[in-house]
């Protein structure tokens, strides 16, 4: 499930990111998608932390619930349950942020993909390019193979194959990004691309159906 909510947080922030192409606020995009997420999470987040407080348990796992809720207010549970080695689905006890780190992940992409896409309209002022659809599906494919192989290549260094890590679910969002950019495309072009890249897709989504099984 997780999976696919990642694949369609992609597709929305493109929505809202590349509806236009003639311009790109990073400030107003970072402020509005914080705005988006951060309250709700905070708010949980306190909430949850306070209920422990007055009705859990305080000498079962207190120093580990205490410090997963300060990572939920930074936006960096995913890292430290990295740090901690904690194995998604079979913890020994009951930890009420482990949901957090997906929404940590989201928020981690949003600065990624803001920075990206800047950088792509600073090197259009400067080089004086035409930013297009198919363009920025070229520049987002080549990312997404990236993305999509480092985790297996490197699969040995910790935090880069690990179940929580951003680098390992950002092919996801990207997957996203790519079916939104399709959609944009002219009928001619996106049949090229078709073409040109029917096995690579194929063998993509037979691996999405086997990951989406496998959880």
Known sequence: GINIFFVLSGYFIAYIALKKLDYFNLNLFIINRF????????????????FILYFGDLSKNFSEIFRS?????????NFYFIKIQNIYSLQNYLNPYLIF???????????????SVKFIFILKKRLNLIISYQMLFKVFFI???????????????????????????????????????????????????????NLILFSFILYIFWQINSL
């Open 35 to 50: 705005l988006s997420l951060y309250p709700l999470i905070f708010i949980t987040s306190s909430i949850t932390f306070f």
């Open 69 to 77: 809720y300060i990572s939920s207010l930074f936006l960096i549970t």
């Open 101 to 115: 780190w997906s929404l940590s992940i989201i928020f981690q992409f949003y600065l990624i993909f803001g920075i």
């Open 143 to 197: 990312i997404f193979i990236t993305m999509f192989l480092l985790p297996l290549i490197l699969n040995e260094i910790k935090g880069i194959s690990d179940f929580y890590s951003t680098i390992s679910r950002l092919w996801q969002f990207l997957l996203g990004i790519l079916a939104y950019l399709i959609t944009k495309l002219p009928k001619s072009n996106f049949s090229k691309i078709l073409e040109k890249y």
